[in-house]
């Protein structure tokens, strides 16, 4: 493995490779002293074009509990506003030092593009709406934990399918590990690109929900249009959000999921959010190991390990 751009195409022992050595990680994050010197001397530069509370922070975090130092480049402040393009910004960092480079963009590719124009590993921490395949880690670690297995779980994945990488990463990796998955959404933020993807569609949630073992709510992606393509919010809360009555529609042991930022009272009640079967903060936590196992598996071989 020389980058990590997408789960598609990741067969299922690469991604319980990965998944297992996370849980390893799990273990060392849970240490009084959680750090490991693996990565010392080796430099993890985080380039995030759009915002992002946990998956930057969470590399960050990853990055240091593996004893490697860290770059972060911010836009606002940095030399774009003159004019730099993206290759000689991307360069510039790497004639520094970096031994690898984490990427956040608006564009759909731009990570392939980077890699294409340094020689070292890249990570896409999320492209437009195409893909954000650490996160598919982060959650299928989180449901691997709760059931033991991902294999013949049913797990609907809510709401605005069509503007959001994080199903799109998801699909592929839930399905390649057992799992059956539908989306569920109106016609209007259903992908349509969906075409041989692993998955059912279903525009009813109230008639799939007594059926799923876990029900991963996405957020409806207001920035790429997700909300102009429904008549109004309370009309998306009637029909698709996680509402208090639908969490008590649901089997007594299935859990919820949110990759975050949540929109309370939009796609997740409150109550839900904050109940014990949300799994959203383990999902967070999760978020350093799988990036640590990424990480680790990107830079480890050749270090002075
Ligand atoms: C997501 C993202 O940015 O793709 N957040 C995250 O990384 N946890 C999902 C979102 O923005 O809705």
Do not use: C
């Not at 590719?109 to 954000?132: E, F, Y």
């Not at 279903?202 to 008549?231: N, T």
């Amino acid at each position: 493995m020389k980058h990590f751009l997408t789960t598609q195409g990741l067969d299922r022992q690469e991604l319980e490779g990965l998944l297992a050595e996370a849980e390893e990680f799990v273990d060392v994050l849970g240490r009084p002293i959680p750090k490991v010197p693996a990565l010392r001397g080796k430099t993890v530069a985080t380039m995030f074009f759009e915002a992002s509370t946990r998956t930057r922070l969470s590399f960050e975090k990853a990055a240091k509990a593996l004893s490697a130092d860290t770059m972060s480049f911010s836009p606002g402040t940095s030399a774009l506003s003159k004019g730099e393009s993206l290759k000689d910004t991307v360069q510039t960092i790497r004639a520094m030092g970096a031994d690898l480079v984490v990427v956040r963009h608006k564009a759909t590719g731009a990570p392939w593009r980077i890699a294409s124009w340094v020689d070292v590993p890249v990570v896409n921490g999320g492209d437009g709406a195409h893909q954000h395949p650490t996160q598919a880690l982060l959650d299928s670690l989180t449901l691997l934990q709760r059931f033991g297995t991902l294999d013949g779980v049913r797990i609907g994945i809510v709401g605005d399918v069509r503007h959001s990488r994080v199903a799109r990463s998801d699909v592929f990796a839930f399905s390649t590990l057992g799992a059956e998955v539908t989306l569920v959404a109106p016609p209007t933020l259903l992908p349509v690109d969906s075409d041989g993807w692993p998955v059912q569609a279903a525009h009813d949630l109230d008639d799939v929900l007594p059926g799923l073992d876990a029900v991963y709510l996405l957020r409806v992606q207001a920035e790429r249009g997700g909300a102009s393509v429904f008549p109004s919010l309370p009309e998306y809360v009637r029909r698709f959000g996680m509402t208090r009555e639908r969490f008590a529609a649901l089997k007594p042991d299935a859990v919820v999921l949110h990759p975050g930022p949540m929109n309370r009272g939009v796609e997740i009640a409150d109550s839900v959010a904050d109940d014990p079967r949300s799994l959203v903060l383990d999902q967070v936590a999760n978020g350093v190991a799988v990036r640590m196992a990424v990480l680790f598996r990107l830079l480890g071989g050749e270090g002075d390990e």
